[in-house]
Structures are given as C-alpha cells and as structure tokens.
C-alpha cells in the first residue's frame, strides 16, 4: 500500500527485513501464521504492515459498511508495558497516512485517557493482557470485532503467567479473525496454543536451522567474575573505544537500582529501569535512553523486553542469565538490524553450573568460563580499553557531616558553648541529678561573676541577707525582701 510505504520511506526505511519480506505476502492474505526470529531482526514491522493494510480507516469509503463503526477492528497483545509502547510506536509511525485511530493500553496509568479514546472510537488496540482484560471487563473494550490480532513476544508472555489472560482474551474474538503469533524461541507451550487457537497455521522462520538462535553480528564474551570486582570491570568495559549505548541485565529490582546508582556515583550517565519504579518514571528513563540522554541503562528481564534502540553497543549481564532463553533475549538487545555488538556475561562460582547448561543447550564454545578481573590483561585487550584508564570518571561524593552533637546529642556540645564542662550536674553529695539545669553551686559561680562589677561589700551583705532565716522565716532583725 503506498501509504503504508511512503510514510516508513519517511523515516528511512526502503528494505525489507527477511523476516518481512516472508510474511508480509501470507499475512497479507488472512492466513494465520507462526513467525519465528531473532529479536532485532523487525518482525514488529513484519505483523504492523499487514494489521494497517487490513484496517479499515475512517476515512475509507467502505468504513460505514463495518459491522461496527468505532469498534477495535486489530488487537496487538504484547507482555511488558514498554514492549506495548516500542511497538504502538511503530504502528503510529507506518499508520501516519493512513488515518488509523491507534489506542496504547496497559497499567500502571489512569483509566480516564483510554476510556476516553475508546467511546470516541478506536481501529487499532496496542496493550498488555492484564489491561485488556480489565477494560473488557468493564464492558469499555469490545474486541468481538476483531479482525486481526497478534501475540508478540508469545514465549515471553507465556513465561509471565499470562496464559489464562490470554486465553480469555482469545475465547472473546470472533472465531473467523486471523491470528499472528511473534516468537523468538517456541516452545512446547507455544506450540499447544497455537494448536488450540490457529487455524492450519503457516510456519516462517527466517534463519536456517544451521544459524541457531544467536544474533551472528554479537561477539560474546563470557567471563567468571567476582562479586565484589564487578563494579570496578563494568567501569572498564564503558570506557571502551567503541562504546555507545549500553544495557546492564540484573536478576533483581534492587540489584539494578544498586547498580545504577554505583555507576551514577562514578560519574556515568546510568539509569536503572525495574518493576518498582513508577510507570512516569519507567518511560523517562526508556525514552532518555532512546534520546541519548542516558547511555546506560540497568534493567531486569521483564522491564526490559520493550527495549528496541538503536546503536545498543554492548550487553552486559551483570548477574548469570536463568536458562538459554533469557540469555538469548539479553543479547538480542545489541547486533540489531544488522550491527554488530559485543555481549559480556559474568558468572559467579555459584552460576557455573547454570551456565553450564545453557552454553550446552546453545551449543556455545564457552564451557568454562575465564577468571577475569579489573586488572586482567584480557579485559583490556578484549574489549579494546585503554590501560591508563580508572574505575571512576570523576571522584567519589563527600560524605555527610556528622551531627553537632555526636554520640552526645547535643548536650555536651551546648554545655561548652556557655562555657561549662561535664555531660551531667552533680549534687552537693556528689550524685547526678540527671537534669541538665545549672546545680545550685554553678549558680553561685555565676551568681558571683555577675556581681564583680559591684561593691564587694554590697554583694556579701545580699548573700549574708539570702542566708539568715530561721525556720524558714527569717531571722529577727533580718530585712525583709522587696516585694516584686
């Protein structure tokens, strides 16, 4: 469709990508199929092209024909929210001339903007399972018109528990719709839904089996590292000559916040990117990173399946991926759409047995892993990093000023400023009164130094006067004090 193609020429787009190029003409047709790819290789244009070119825009001659006006006619399913965002946003872009009305769903924002967009009329519905089922729910989505849906990231959204949702949300279209799935690896799992859910689907893979799943333009470093030495071999690995933007994988929400922060502290542009930020929060640090704001992001597994940049250099696991498919899609992250990348993984003496079995199940050389430290010879030569450099780009922050008071809250330190020693005042038995008012001694003393300037004579006769009661009244022949 030369709408579809001029507005992708407008951003530079002029060749199609194998795996495009194999489905475009089957999805094209309504046939359901089963695409398989590397990530990186731009399959998200692969089911984007055919679900614009089937839509029916508002401004269509035939759009008042539809069995229902307004109503989703495309429902793209994806299992993260930034997945949601990466690909609503390649549908906008191939969209732009066609007129589509394009809806992005999913948590974590509030409701009103997207029920708002949904009574005034969507064509194309871009979102997370848990939202989609909310708003469908609620009686605000209505995907029993649905044309054309797609399952993108299937293995992924399966891994995250999404089955039920997904299925509930299949069970809601229409049985006549054409149905896409989008898959870097597949699974036994994978497989049983298709089955249950696709009609004779079509099977593409746009590699050979000889090419295994591995991005062919990433070189893979694979080293058994220290805990405590990581920080310090990372610092390296980013001032490398050919660094542009990087991605750091933890296994948990903390250990990326931890990690970022160490590294914003040693003078790099870092940004963590995990679960327990907010969701405002999350699309900053994505979209700084996209700007070049930000060249290093530190990110768990899930946060990071929307992230689709280009120019990512280098992947860093900073912690042992969990199994082959993890690993895969960490390093799918670098090598896109054709460049080359480098992807470091670090095992502790913990992990060896984990990645032994994933360097098994990808038929990797890296068996066991070298011993690598910030001073190792191999690091600098491996990565191309100059040897003059340190582990810091700029000196570590000063350290907050402890309190006035210290250990002793304040006290001690007030007590000399009114020129007095001692933590506490003393009876005139010795014993503590555990008050910090002056003792009847210390008033004396001050009593006395007020009155140097006065005749001595007077000052005794007052204290004489002060002192002569008997009984408590006061002596006869004693002057009586002035009243106040």
């Known amino acids: 469709m030369p709408e579809i193609a001029d507005a992708l020429a407008d951003k530079g787009i002029l060749e199609a990508f194998p795996i495009q190029e194999m489905t475009l003409s089957v999805a094209l047709m309504g046939t359901d199929l089963i695409g398989q790819a590397r990530t990186g290789t731009g399959k998200t244009l692969a089911f984007s092209i055919p679900v614009i070119q089937r839509t029916v825009a508002p401004h269509d001659p035939d759009y008042d024909q539809l069995a229902a006006p307004g109503k989703p006619q495309a429902l793209i399913v994806a299992p993260t929210r ?45 979102g997370t399972p848990g939202r989609i089922l909310d708003l469908v729910n609620r009686g605000a989505l ?86 405590m030495d990581k920080p310090e071999v990372v610092a390296r690995i980013l001032q490398a000559d050919d660094v542009e933007r990087v991605v750091i994988f933890t296994r948990t929400k903390r250990q990326a916040q ?76 670098t090598g896109r759409a054709g460049a080359s990348g480098i992807a470091v993984t670090f095992v502790d003496w913990a992990d060896l047995q984990r ?3 994933i360097n098994k199940a990808l038929d990797l050389p890296y068996d066991e892993p070298r011993e690598t430290y910030s001073t190792s010879d191999h690091l600098f030569q491996d990565m191309g990093i100059d ?27 007030g007590q000399r400023r009114d020129g007095q020693g001692g933590g506490r005042n003393r009876t005139r038995s010795g014993g503590s009164t555990g008050s910090s008012a002056p003792s009847e001694k210390q008033t004396e003393r001050r009593s ?35 009243a106040d």
């Not at 249950?196 to 089996?209: C, D, T, V, W, Y």
């Not at 990071?304 to 696991?317: E, F, K, L, P, T």
């Not at 006065?454 to 002060?466: F, K, L, V, W």
Request: proline content about 6%; aromatic content about 4%; glycine content about 8%.
């Open 82 to 126: 930034e997945l949601a965002i990466q690909v609503a946003g390649d549908v906008a872009t191939a969209s732009k001339n066609r007129g589509t009305r394009n809806l992005t769903i999913y948590g974590g924002v509030p409701y009103e903007p997207q029920l708002e967009a949904l009574e005034s009329g969507v064509d194309i519905v871009v």
């Open 142 to 227: 209505d995907i029993s018109h649905v044309k054309s849906l797609v399952l993108d990231e299937a293995d992924e959204m399966l891994d995250l528990g999404f089955l039920p949702d997904v299925e509930s949300i299949l069970a809601r279209t229409p049985e006549t719709r054409q149905t896409m799935l989008f898959s870097a690896t597949m699974p036994s799992s994978i497989v049983t839904l298709a089955r249950k859910h696709m009609h004779h689907p079509m099977n593409i893979r746009a590699e050979s089996a000889e090419s295994g799943q591995m991005v062919p333009a990433t070189s893979q470093f694979v080293w058994q590292a220290h805990d």
């Open 258 to 333: 931890r990690v970022a922060d160490d590294l914003a502290d040693r003078g790099f542009p870092a940004s963590p990117l995990h679960g327990d930020m907010a969701q405002k929060a999350r699309e900053k640090a994505l979209d700084g990173f996209r700007e070049g704001k930000v060249s290093i992001l530190v990110a768990t597994d899930v946060a990071a399946r929307g992230i689709d940049v280009a120019n990512i250099s280098h992947v860093i696991n900073y912690t042992c991926p969990e199994d082959d498919k993890t690993y895969v899609h960490r390093i799918g992250r």
């Open 355 to 357: 990645w032994k079995l």
């Open 387 to 413: 040897r003059n450099v340190k582990g810091r780009l700029k000196p570590p922050a000063p350290k907050e000023p402890r309190s006035e008071g210290g250990r002793d809250g304040g006290r001690r330190d």
């Open 448 to 482: 006395e130094s007020a009155s140097a300037d006065q005749p001595q004579g007077e000052g005794q006769a007052r204290r004489r006067r002060r002192r002569r009661t008997r009984g408590g009244q006061p002596a006869e022949g004693a002057s009586q004090p002035a």
